[in-house]
């Protein structure tokens, strides 16, 4: 049952996401990257962590992309032709495809050195990871300094996207 | 095969049932009241005809939109059209699935085991709420764009603008009660809540987070997209927003949608700020009417305010979103944290 389960999911996942990137409609592309997080937010709950589950759809399904969906709606593109901005050229398409084929290679390199052959239950890491409280607990003490540089960071986009925005008046 | 089908399901499965025909005939029950307090607010009787009162009103008008004809705008995104109303349907009515209406029961001994009145308990039920009525907004977003029409496509934008603006606000009035109860499971939240303060007054969290209630109410009634903040429909400038190319049983569904969510937003006000099933004189296993009356006071405030305030501007909607609401719910969540850590 769980790994029928997983099955269905990680397959949507996968398939949204290659759709995301394949179809020419922004619009359709947004809503099968949601599907996508969906999808994702179902495994987190097979590796019993509704927490992370349900926080994957607030903040990705719920809050980014409602931005992206504002956007493209914005820019009223019905396909990715309505966008403008140029066209890539042949050479850099193969070294885009070339890189890519190169990070597949070095992943499944990683993959095979680590030696994960499969997903079982993890007696001592699911208790910790389902729990709210330990991952409060875990945020602001072990990893508080990762935590604020990464909320610098956002601080730092937002206020570089508002500097950007002043300047065109 | 007894494994599966025993008592315990069959009994949830039922429960699913009721929960789901109630939620559908309080929508009609609320088209009713709605137009029958509007009536009376503008000094008029309101729909009398069709059963006591006009009661079956609703009925006879849902009869009517399914005789009309499914219309599509012709340069209609053919696929997301006929998604979106499905989308705001499915998230309204999901999102009361972890809502708790009543204390465990096993119905006069009927069952072995007691039933919990709720569709489901999650650990992260308060959490799950807010992610599924964030992702409501797809459903009017998806509408307004793909009816490719102006009109929709502003009610649409505008409805994305307010939802962001507002949920941040949402988010962080649920957060304040989350420190009270110190769980964010609604079960829990609410039965933190039973008992008295001084054999008086009941412990509910609207007495402790007064200014979290306000914030949530308000909020709230920006979320289910009604006035004072139907922007993404204000028929003056719009026409209908985004549900303009809609028409018969889908038209219905964005209807239902907005009345399922309002009954939702007061079941999850009931439950986080006024004691859910607990109140007075009644015994244990009757809570759930004190539920009903507490959900249905809070219904007709909504009503009642939607037929008294006029629309604010667009930008005031904004100003008041990000430079009042939200400021007071971070420093309603800043006081209730220090609290809590100084009460221990």
């Known amino acids: 049952m769980e790994q029928a389960a997983f099955y269905i999911f990680a397959a949507l996942a996968v398939v949204a996401s290659l759709l995301v990137i394949g179809l020419r409609s922004p619009m359709h592309s947004v809503i099968l990257l949601i599907v996508s997080f969906g999808a994702l937010s179902g495994l987190y709950l097979l590796l019993d962590a509704p927490f992370t589950a349900v926080t994957q759809i607030i903040i990705y399904a719920g809050a ?11 820019l009223n593109a019905h396909t990715e032709d309505d966008m403008g901005g140029p066209r890539i050229s042949g050479p850099a398409m193969g070294v885009g495809a070339l890189l890519s084929v190169l990070l597949a290679a070095e992943m499944l390199w990683a993959l095979q050195r680590l030696g994960v052959t499969g997903f079982g239950p993890d007696p001592g890491g699911s208790a910790s990871i389902s729990s709210v409280a330990r991952i ?16 610098i960071l956002i601080l730092v986009a937002m206020v570089g996207a508002v500097v950007i925005a002043r300047r065109e008046h | ?10 009994a949830h499965f039922i429960l699913i049932f009721v929960v789901f025909q109630c939620l559908v005939l309080s929508a009609a029950f609320m088209v ?20 006591i009162e006009g009661s079956l009103q609703p009925f006879a008008d849902v009869i009517k939109l399914l005789f009309k004809e499914e219309l599509r705008p012709k340069a209609a995104d053919a696929l997301l059209f006929t998604l979106a109303p499905v989308l705001s349907a499915v998230a309204a009515f999901a999102a009361f699935s972890v809502v708790p209406f009543g204390n465990e029961t096993t119905l006069f001994g009927l069952l072995d085991q007691p039933l919990r009145l709720e569709v489901t308990d999650v650990n992260v039920a308060v959490l799950v709420i807010f992610a599924i009525t964030s992702m409501g907004v797809y459903g009017i977003v998806l509408a307004g764009w793909s009816s490719n029409s102006k009109y929709s496509l502003l009610g649409g934008l505008r409805s994305a603008a307010q939802m962001i603006s507002y949920e941040l606000a949402y988010g962080l009035s649920l957060a304040a009660v989350i420190l009270l109860a110190g769980s964010l499971s609604l079960r829990e939240i609410v039965t933190n809540q039973s008992g008295y303060w001084w054999h008086v007054i009941p412990r509910w969290y ?12 308000t909020a709230g009634v920006a979320e289910t997209n009604r006035a004072p903040f139907d922007f993404p429909e204000a028929e003056q400038e719009l026409v209908a927003g985004y549900h303009t190319e809609y028409s018969s049983m889908s038209f219905a569904m964005f209807f239902l949608a907005e009345y399922v969510n309002m009954v939702t937003v007061s079941a999850v006000a009931t439950s986080l700020f006024l004691g859910g099933w607990y109140g007075p004189f009644l015994p244990e296993w009757l809570g759930w009417v004190w539920f009903l009356i507490k959900v249905l006071l809070i219904l007709f405030f909504y009503v009642w305010m939607r037929w008294t305030l006029p ?21 309603n969540l800043i006081a209730t944290a220090a609290l809590v850590i100084w009460l221990g």
């Not at chain 1, 980014?64 to 914005?74: A, C, S, T």
């Not at chain 2, 009241?33 to 509007?38: A, I, N, S, T």
């Not at chain 2, 609207?206 to 109410?217: A, E, K, R, S, V």
């Open chain 2, 311 to 331: 629309r604010y501007r667009y930008d005031q909607l904004m100003e008041f979103g990000w430079k009042f609401l939200l400021p007071a719910a971070i420093l």
């Open chain 2, 32 to 51: 009713w009241m709605e137009r029958k307090v509007c009536a009376y607010i503008q000094d008029r009787v309101g729909p009398n005809r069709v059963g």
């Open chain 1, 136 to 151: 409060g607990g875990a945020l602001f003490t072990t990893h508080a300094f990762a935590f604020e540089v990464t909320s």
């Open chain 1, 64 to 74: 980014i992309m409602v931005l992206f969906l504002f956007v493209v709606m914005l």
């Open chain 2, 206 to 217: 609207i007495f402790l987070q007064p200014l979290g209630f306000l914030i949530y109410m």
């Open chain 2, 1 to 10: 095969m007894s494994a599966i089908f025993n008592q315990t399901v069959l």
